[in-house]
């Protein structure tokens, strides 16, 4: 039972373009909600997080909106470059146990 | 500071082998956890080792097994490799005990190959 699902599976923007990637999941008792990206040969760094009694966080030209009652939430990337070009995880947690992750959203970005 | 360091980067069994994966955790850092990356896959959960001990477990079987020592470095162990056990296996550290535990340090993981 996959219980992140994120989407699109990959996304080709032009350079300052905002890449929209969506995410849902079905346990309610999630409580912290990260982003990670991730580049080739590397392994996944914290972007942004956001907890469930907020609706939006912005960090930089990184914003997750996140909506409750819909159990979705997505990242958003303003003004987006061709360095933002890397694999996107989703993921959500309960407690302090351990993180369910998306599939990835695999992010080009043309100059 | 340093980061969360893993070794070996690479390496290549044969099934039925068995595997050891090392990881040490980034500096003040108590609690390791190990995540299992198939390719195009995102990670998942292993396990969590905090105080020496194993703190919760994912769908994994009894052949994946850990320590963690009292320096907080962590091995993954994996016994009669399977074929479908190639992977990037990952191994992520957090401060438990500051109320920032979900902020997962990554490390860059090593790839196992299992022919």
């Known amino acids: 039972q996959q219980q992140v699902k994120q989407s699109p599976q990959s996304l080709i923007v032009q350079k300052g373009g905002i890449p929209i990637i969506n995410c849902a999941y079905e346990n309610t008792a999630f409580d912290y909600f990260p982003w990670y990206q991730q580049f080739p040969g590397k392994g996944p760094a914290l972007l942004i997080a956001?907890?469930?009694?907020?609706s939006e966080k912005k960090e930089g030209r990184f914003t997750i909106s996140f909506n409750k009652s819909a159990k979705q939430f997505s990242l958003h990337i303003m003004d987006s470059q061709p360095g933002d070009s890397a694999t996107y995880f989703c993921a959500a947690s309960k407690d302090i146990l351990d993180l369910i992750f998306g599939k990835g959203t695999k992010l080009s970005v043309k100059p | 500071e340093t980061g969360v360091t893993q070794s070996p980067t690479h390496l290549i069994k044969t099934r039925g082998q068995q595997v050891t994966l090392r990881c040490s955790s980034q500096?003040?850092?108590?609690?390791v956890s190990w995540y299992q990356q198939a390719l195009g896959q995102g990670p998942q959960f292993i396990f969590q080792?905090?105080?020496?001990?194993?703190?919760g477990r994912g769908n994994f079987p009894p052949r994946f097994s850990g320590l963690q020592f009292p320096n907080y470095s962590s091995e993954l162990n994996v016994n009669a490799l399977e074929l479908d056990d190639s992977a990037l296996y990952l191994c992520a550290s957090s401060p438990r005990d500051t109320g920032r535990a979900n902020v997962l340090t990554f490390g860059a993981g090593s790839r196992l190959t299992v022919l």
């Open positions: 500096s003040g850092h108590n609690t």
């Open positions: 956001i907890r469930p009694d907020v």
């Open positions: 080792y905090y105080r020496e001990e194993e703190n």
